[in-house]
């Protein structure tokens, strides 16, 4: 399939990307256990076609390779290796329209992209990887903005539930599973990430060898938060599901007066050297 010509085609200024915001606001306040959306079909159909042939193969690029008890899985972040659509739709996942379609069916009002995509990008998780249930980094690292909102654009064609790979959302008690969301071809998610919004895929993934659960993710922030939402700037909070047992250390950056040198360089260190925080649950 050739691939779909971007240079004049500016995809979020489809009226349709309206009408689905309006029809997403009510739902997406409705969502347990806490605020969430999917959106299938979302992007034009040669579009999610193209990005899908041009996901890279973990062969085919440097991937930065998570490989520990909490999140086993490949991570890109350096768009020059993105394929060119893949490239194009990034740019207008930040632009202004895309922004308004977001604050649209979120109610959060002055959202702010991040190109630099600070624990985003393409995602791979091949047979066998798993993402632990965890609530997110509250703070971005660079400019210290609060993260707000989680996109993931998934395409992963043909994949069957039986798989696995659901992304869970569970309680803050982490007592149960209130949602799943199958990531399922051409499906955009979008959920409010707080200090208490347990989600992951923490099975490991059954899919045939050679494939992989494949996503887009990207942030967005806003100066400030709602004062119910405020906590300590932390990095991400990994939890045990009732009865479950996560290998390695204990750990957690959370500070209400942390000066943001330090908060940075704190989490680049457990990046390099630590497993992930597991915050115990009883």
């Known amino acids: 399939m050739s691939r779909p010509d971007l240079s004049n085609r500016f995809v979020f200024d489809d009226p349709r990307y309206e009408q689905l915001a309006i029809e997403g606001e009510a739902q997406y306040k409705l969502g347990t256990p806490f605020n969430h959306m999917a959106f299938d079909n979302f992007l034009p159909e040669d579009i999610a076609e193209a990005m ?23 991570v890109c972040v350096d768009e020059t290796k993105f394929g060119p659509v893949t490239r194009q739709m990034l740019y207008q996942f930040n632009s202004a329209p895309f922004l308004r379609f977001l604050e649209k069916v ?30 997110d980094f509250n703070k971005h690292d660079q400019n210290f903005l609060d993260r707000r909102i989680n996109v993931i654009f998934y395409m992963n064609k043909n994949w069957k539930e039986e798989y696995g790979g ?30 208490n919004t347990f989600h992951g895929h923490p099975d490991p993934l059954t899919c045939p060898e050679g494939d992989s659960r494949k996503s887009l993710a990207l942030f967005y922030y806003t100066n400030g938060r709602p004062d119910e ?54």
């Open 106 to 135: 979120t109610g959060i009002d002055n959202m702010i992209a991040d190109p630099s995509m600070r624990g985003g990008g393409l995602h791979q998780t091949p047979r066998g990887g798993l993402l632990k249930l965890h609530a």
């Open 229 to 282: 939402e405020k906590n300590g700037a932390h990095t991400t909070i990994f939890a045990e599901r009732p009865n479950e047992k996560i290998g390695g250390l204990r750990w957690r950056v959370s500070q209400d007066y942390m000066p943001p040198v330090l908060f940075r360089a704190m989490r680049r260190f457990r990046e390099r050297h630590l497993a992930g925080t597991i915050q115990k649950r009883g």
């Open 166 to 195: 659901s992304l869970e959302l569970w309680d803050r008690e982490v007592t149960y599973c209130g949602a799943k969301i199958l990531p399922v071809f051409n499906r955009l998610a979008i959920f409010s990430p707080t200090s």
């Open 52 to 74: 899908w042939q041009e996901f890279p193969k973990a062969q085919d690029i440097e991937w930065h390779n998570y490989n520990r008890p909490a999140e086993r899985k490949l």
